[in-house]
C-alpha cells in the first residue's frame, strides 16, 4: 500500500488510463500548461502532449458538448469542470444531450465520457462557489454519479468511471485534494461502480452518507462512541447506480439510521434514499430516519457563517440521539 | 467577403448552368430525383400526421430541398452530418433509408431509432447520420466534438453540422465556432437561412447579415443561394474539398425559404409572414422547378422524363408509409432498454419500484 | 363563476397584473408577435405594446439574466421560457443568480421575477422535450416553485406569483392550456402561496400530488370510490413554499399515503416529501408511503411507450391497493 | 476600426497630456489620489489576507488602477457599474467606502454586504455598485437587463460593465450584446483586457483581435490604453456622453495588464508568463508612475505632494482595515436571514429542519 494525496490517485488514475487507452484524453480550463487549478492534471501534458491534455477557453457549454460529440465519434473524453459550480452553464448538454443520447438513438451511441471537479463547499468561497451539485446529475436517467471520499475510492473509481460507457458526473472535493490515505499497489486497482463501502461497523445506528462527508461522519461516530453507541458508517461511493443492499443490510442490522450529505435538503440524495428505505425496509425501523444537511441558505463568506451552515459532527450527533430517543 | 458576392442569389448564369458549375447531366438528374424523393416523402410524412399516424411535433422541409441535396451529396460516405429537428430530408441524403425514416416518425420498431426518438431525433450510426437534435443550438457543439475526434485521430473526414437562422443567437454556437478556429477543426457549420425561427424574422433578432456571425471567431463565412441546387452543389463540393485539405471551420450562410409552416401544429402564414410571401416564394424559387426549368432548358430533361422521376419518388414515399404501418410497434420491453449503455453488476440504476 | 380555460386563465392574470403594476413586461420566444407559442399571451401585445410584450431572440441564458438584471434595477419581469425542457440552458442565471441575489447583496436586492412555462410531457414529443423539471429548482433555497393544475389556481397563483418578492418558478402544462375550469369572478383574485388544497376527501388513503397529476389522481380516486376505497386528494399547488400542515393533516386522517408525480423518481419532489412525511408523522403511518412517477427512462416517442412511461390512474390504484395492504 | 487606431497603445502625445484629453489638473490630481487609494486598499488586503483576516478567493486589482478610475470616474451617480470578482477597486470608484468594502472582504457585519458575499460579492444599492459576481460571463446578461430597465423607465443613466478577456468566450457574452444591439440599450461591455484568464494568455484561446469580438452583433467595438488613465478617462467621459446621447451599446477592449497572480492563491508567473514579462510590465506600464510622470513634467506635481497624497492613501486603507478588524462579526441570525424577500404566510420555506 502507498500512501498518498486525493490529488495523487486522481493524478494516476488519469495517467493509467490514458496510457492504456489513446482513445481517453482530457479537457478542460487550466488542465494543461497550468497543470489544473487544483493541480489534478499535473504532469499531465508533459507526458501525453497537448491532443490529449487540452486547455479549454471558459466555455462550458461548449467544451461539454465538444466532449459529447466526441464521444458519439468514439473517443472517451474526460471533461474537467474547474468546479461543478460552474457546470450549470453546461448541464443542458450533460442531461439533453449526454444522458439521453443512447436512449434516443436505441443504443446506436454509447456515450463512454465522465465530467469531474469539484463539487460542494471549500473554504469561504461564498454562495456562487459552493454548492453541492448532485441532485442536479442524478434526477435524470441515463447519468452515473460518483463521490469519492478517500484517495483509494477516489483512484479505482476515476478509473472505472473512465472504463463506463455511459455518462458519469464524477464529483470530487476541493477540501479532498490534500488528504492522505493508503492505495493498493495493485498497477490495475479499479473500484466497481455501485459497491458501498462500510468505513466503520457498529450496531446501535446507521450514518449513511457519501462524497466528502464520510470524514464529517467517521469523527461524528468517534464521538458518538465516547457515549457507548456504536455507529455502522456507510460510504456510498456511487450515488447512482446506489447500493440498495448495502443500505438494507445496515438499516435492518440497526434498525435506526441519519443521512448526512453535504448540500441541501430539499430533493436531496438524502430525500431520496430516506423514502427509499421507508419505502423497503418499514418493519425495521424503530424510528424516523433523520437527515442532516448544509443549513437551507446560500453559503454565506463569513467564516463564522459558513461555519454553522454546514452539517458538522455535532449535527450529526444530535440526530443520532434523535433516533436513539436519547 | 468577396466571395459573399459572387455566390450571393441569381448568380449571373451563363448559357448552361451545368457547365458553369461542372455538374455532370447525370448528376443533375440525380438531384432532381433526390428532391423529389423529399418532396414526397415530407407530403407523405404531412399525410400521415393529418390522419394521426405521426406524432408529436414534425418539422418538415419542403422547399428547403436543394439545401439537403446540394449540401449532403457532395460528402463522402465517412463524412459526418450532424442536424437539428427539420432533419428528414438530411438523413435520406446522407443516405438513411426513406423505410427506417418514415418508421421512425411512425414510432414503429423498424424505425432508424426503433422509435423511440421520432421525428426530431433520427440518427443512424452506419451512414454516420449523427441526429436529429432539439435543443436549438444544442447540435452545433456536438459537431464540433465530431471533428475534434476527426483531427484527433487524423483522419480527413469533415463533419457538416445544420443549424437554422435563430440558433446563431445561442451562446454554444459562438462557444462552438471559437473553439473550432483554435484547434482548427475539419467543421462546417451550416445555417440553413429560411429567413424566420418560428414566427420571428431573423431581421427582429438581429441587426447585421447572417454571412457575419462568425467574424469574431476567425471561421470565415460565405452566402450561397440555397434554392439553386446546382449552385450549391458546386459551392459545397469545393468547400469540402478545401475543409479536406486543412482549411480549417467554415460558415455557411445558406439562403432557403420554407414551404410549410414551422412544425405541422404551426399556420404557413399569419401576422409574421404573408400569404403572398409564401406563395410568391413558392412560384419563384421552388428548388425543384427551378432545376426542372434547367433541365428542360438544356434538353437534359423532358416532361415524360420528370413524370417517370416523380412517379418513382412517389412510389419510394408510398413504400416507405406502407412499410411503417406494418412495422410493429415497440414492444413493452423496449421501454427499459438502451437507457444505461452499461448495466453495472452492482447497484440499482433504476428508481421507479416498477416491474421490468 | 365563469368557466374558461386555463390558457385564459393565465392570460387574464397577466393581463390584469400588467394593468395594475406597469414595472411588469413579458419577455420570451414568440411572445408577442405570435401570441406566444401556447397562445397564452395572445393579444397582449395590442394591449401593451412591445416594450412590455416582448418577443426575444433564442437566446435562453441572455435573456433570462436580462430578465435578473431588470429585476436588481426594479422591474417586475415574467419571463416565459417556451418549455422549461429549454431552461436548461438558463439554469446558471436562475440558481447562481436569481435565487442567490438577495442573499448575497444581504437583502439590496430583492429578485421579484417570475419564469413561467410549461413543464412535464405533452404528448409524443420525445425524451428532449418531455422532462418534469420540479426538481432542478426546489433544491436550491431562494427559488419559489409553483405548479397549478386548474385554471382557477393558475390565475391565483399566477398572479400570486407577479407579486412575490423572490424569483418563482412559475411550472404550466402543455396538456392543461385548453383544460376548463371555473374561475371566480373576483377581478382580483389572489391564491396565496404555500396553501394546498383537498381536491377530493376521503378518509382511507391519502393521494398526495401537484401539477397537472392532480387529474390522474382524481380519475384514481374515481376508480377507488368503485373498490370501496375512499381517498383524499390533496393538490400541493406550491411546491415550495410547501403546506406541511396540510400533508401531515391528511396523513394523520388516513395513515396511508401515496405520492404522485409527473416527473422522475430519484431525488424528486415525492422523494422529499415522502421523507418528510416519515420524518414528522412515523407513527402515524400505517404503511410505507409509496410513490408513483414517470418510468425511470428518458422519455420514449413511440406512442404506446410514452403511454407506459407516463404515472396513470391504474399506477396510482396499484399503489393505493399495497399501501392498503389489499 | 478608425477609431481603434486612434484610441490604440502610445497616442501620439502633444506637450501636455492633461490639455490633450482636456483634463483639468484638479481632476488629473484626483485621479492620482483615487489610484493611490485603489493600490494601497489592495496593498493592504493582501496583508490581512497573508495573516487570515481575510478567506476565500480573493482577487487584487494591482496594476488595473487606471482602468477603474478612468472609465467609472466619468459616469454620474445614478449611472450603473456591474461587474465580476476582481471588483474592490470598481466598488471603492463608483464610491462605495473603504471601510465597508474592506469590512466585506473581511467578512464581517460592516460590510457592504454585512459579511456574507465576501470579495467576489461586493453590492451597493446605494451607489448603484451592482455586484460583484463570481461566474465569468454572469454579469453580462445582468447588466443588459439593467440597460432595459433604464430604457423601459425612459431614464438617461448608463450602465457600465466589466468582464475578464476571457469571459467573451463564453455564450452569454454573445446572447447579451446580440440584445442589446436588437433594442439598443444604453449599456457599455468594458473587457479588462490583461491579456490572461488565469494562466491562459487570450491568444491561446482566441484566433482573433479582442476589439473585433462585438463585431457579429453591430455594436462598435474600440481599444484603449488602459495604463493611461487620463487617455482612459477620456475616452469614457466622450462614450458615456455618446450612450447617454442615445448611441446604443458600445464595446471596448480596454488593455490593461495584472501585476499579481490571477487569485491570492495563484502564482504571479510560472509557466504561462515570465518574470521578467512582468518586471517589464511593471516597470514601464505601471499606471501610477504614467500619470506621475506626466505630472511632475508638467509641473502640477513634486515629489513632496505625490508623499503627501500617498500618505493619506495608506491611511484610508490602514483605516478601512482597522474599521473592518473592529466591526462584529454577523450573529448567528444573520445565517437564516434575506435567503428570501418573501416569507410568505403559508408554508415552509427552509427545510434543514434545523432550529432558527
Ligand atoms: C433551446 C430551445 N429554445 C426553444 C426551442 C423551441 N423551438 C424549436 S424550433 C424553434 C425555432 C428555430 O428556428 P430556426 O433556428 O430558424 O430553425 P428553423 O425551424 O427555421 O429550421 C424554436 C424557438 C427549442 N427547441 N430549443
Ligand atoms: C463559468 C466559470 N468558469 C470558470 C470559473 C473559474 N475562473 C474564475 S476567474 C477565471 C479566469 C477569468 O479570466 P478573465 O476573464 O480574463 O478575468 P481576469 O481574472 O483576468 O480579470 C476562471 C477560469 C468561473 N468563476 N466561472
Ligand atoms: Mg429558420
Ligand atoms: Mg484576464
Redesign the pocket.
Known amino acids: 500500500m502507498a500512501v498518498m494525496t486525493y490529488r495523487e490517485a486522481l493524478n494516476q488514475a488519469l495517467r493509467e488510463e490514458m496510457e492504456r487507452d489513446p482513445d481517453v484524453f482530457l479537457m478542460g480550463e487550466e488542465v494543461a500548461e497550468y497543470d489544473g487549478a487544483y493541480k489534478v492534471s499535473r504532469g499531465l501534458l508533459d507526458e501525453f502532449g497537448d491532443q490529449r491534455v487540452v486547455d479549454s477557453p471558459i466555455s462550458e457549454l461548449g467544451f461539454a458538448g465538444l466532449g459529447v460529440g466526441a464521444a458519439m465519434a468514439g473517443l472517451r473524453p474526460v471533461i474537467e469542470f474547474m468546479t461543478f459550480n460552474f457546470a450549470f452553464l453546461a448541464i443542458d448538454q450533460v442531461i439533453n444531450s449526454a444522458a439521453k443520447m443512447y436512449y434516443m438513438s436505441e443504443g446506436q451511441f454509447p456515450m463512454p465520457i465522465v465530467f469531474r471537479g469539484p463539487t460542494g463547499a471549500a473554504l469561504q468561497l461564498s454562495a456562487q462557489h459552493s454548492q453541492a451539485c448532485e441532485t442536479y446529475y442524478t434526477h435524470a436517467p441515463g447519468c452515473k454519479v460518483v463521490t469519492p471520499g478517500t484517495p483509494a475510492d477516489a483512484k479505482g473509481l476515476l478509473k472505472a468511471a473512465i472504463r463506463d460507457d455511459d455518462p458519469v458526473a464524477f464529483m470530487e472535493g476541493e477540501l479532498l485534494y490534500n488528504f492522505k490515505g493508503e492505495v493498493p499497489d495493485d498497477d490495475d486497482f479499479v473500484i466497481p461502480l455501485g459497491v458501498a463501502d462500510l468505513k466503520r461497523e457498529g450496531s446501535d445506528v446507521s450514518i449513511i452518507t457519501h462524497g466528502k462527508m464520510i470524514h464529517v461522519a467517521l469523527q461524528a461516530a468517534g464521538k458518538l462512541q465516547k457515549d457507548g453507541i456504536e455507529a455502522d458508517v456507510l460510504d456510498l461511493r456511487t450515488i447512482r447506480p446506489l447500493d440498495v443492499d448495502a443500505i438494507m443490510a445496515t438499516v435492518a442490522k440497526t434498525n435506526r439510521a441519519v443521512y448526512l450529505e453535504e448540500g441541501w435538503p430539499y430533493a436531496g440524495t438524502g430525500a431520496q434514499i430516506v423514502s427509499m428505505i421507508q419505502e423497503e425496509a418499514f418493519d425495521d425501523l424503530d424510528a424516523p430516519v433523520l437527515r442532516v444537511t448544509q443549513a437551507d441558505v446560500p453559503m454565506p463568506y463569513a467564516k463564522n457563517l459558513e461555519a454553522m451552515a454546514k452539517p458538522s459532527a455535532d449535527h450529526v450527533v444530535g440526530a443520532v440521539h434523535k433516533v436513539l430517543y436519547r | 467577403m468577396a466571395e459573399t458576392k459572387t455566390m450571393a442569389k441569381k448568380p449571373s448564369r451563363k448559357d448552361d448552368p451545368l457547365q458553369e458549375h461542372g455538374i455532370s447531366p447525370e448528376l443533375a438528374l440525380d438531384l432532381m430525383r433526390d428532391m423529389l424523393a423529399y418532396r414526397r416523402f415530407e407530403e407523405k410524412a404531412e399525410e400521415a400526421y393529418a390522419i394521426g399516424k405521426i406524432g408529436g411535433f414534425c418539422?418538415l422541409h419542403i422547399g428547403q430541398e436543394a439545401a439537403a441535396a446540394g449540401s449532403i451529396k457532395p460528402l463522402r460516405e465517412d463524412d459526418y452530418v450532424v442536424s437539428?429537428?427539420?432533419e428528414h430530408t438530411q438523413a435520406l441524403a446522407k443516405g438513411v433509408s426513406a423505410n427506417a425514416v418514415m418508421a421512425e416518425l411512425y414510432g414503429r420498431s423498424g424505425g432508424s431509432s426503433g422509435g423511440k426518438g421520432g421525428s426530431m431525433h433520427i440518427f443512424d450510426e452506419k451512414t454516420r447520420f449523427m441526429g436529429g437534435h432539439?435543443?436549438?443550438?444544442?447540435q452545433v457543439p456536438l459537431a464540433t466534438g465530431i471533428g475534434w475526434k476527426v483531427k484527433y485521430r487524423g483522419e480527413d473526414s469533415i463533419v457538416l453540422v445544420f443549424?437554422?437562422?435563430?440558433?446563431v443567437n445561442?451562446g454554444a454556437f459562438h462557444e462552438s465556432l471559437n473553439m473550432a478556429a483554435v484547434w482548427q477543426l475539419p467543421v462546417v457549420y451550416v445555417v440553413?437561412n429560411?429567413a424566420?425561427?418560428?414566427g420571428t424574422a431573423f431581421t427582429r433578432v438581429s441587426r447585421t447579415d447572417m454571412v457575419t456571425k462568425s467574424s469574431p471567431h476567425g471561421v470565415p463565412g460565405r452566402s450561397v443561394d440555397g434554392q439553386d441546387v446546382l449552385a450549391t452543389y458546386a459551392f459545397f463540393r469545393d468547400l469540402a474539398a478545401e475543409v479536406r485539405g486543412g482549411a480549417g471551420p467554415q460558415f455557411v450562410d445558406l439562403q432557403t425559404y420554407?414551404f410549410r409552416g414551422?412544425s405541422m401544429s404551426d399556420p404557413v402564414s399569419g401576422t409574421y409572414r404573408s400569404v403572398e410571401e409564401v406563395e410568391k416564394a413558392k412560384s419563384e424559387q421552388d428548388p425543384i422547378a427551378l432545376l426542372r426549368d434547367t433541365l428542360f432548358a438544356g434538353g437534359y430533361l423532358d416532361q415524360a422524363g420528370l413524370d417517370e422521376m416523380d412517379r418513382e419518388a412517389r412510389q419510394t414515399s408510398q413504400e416507405a408509409a406502407d412499410f411503417a404501418d406494418t412495422s410493429p410497434v415497440p414492444g413493452p420491453e423496449a421501454l427499459y432498454r438502451n437507457v444505461w449503455a452499461e448495466v453495472n453488476p452492482n447497484g440499482r440504476l433504476f428508481f421507479d419500484g416498477r416491474e421490468r
Open positions: 418539422h437539428a429537428y427539420r432539439g435543443i436549438v443550438g444544442g443549424m437554422g437562422d435563430a440558433a445561442q440553413e429560411n424566420y425561427g418560428m420554407r414551422h
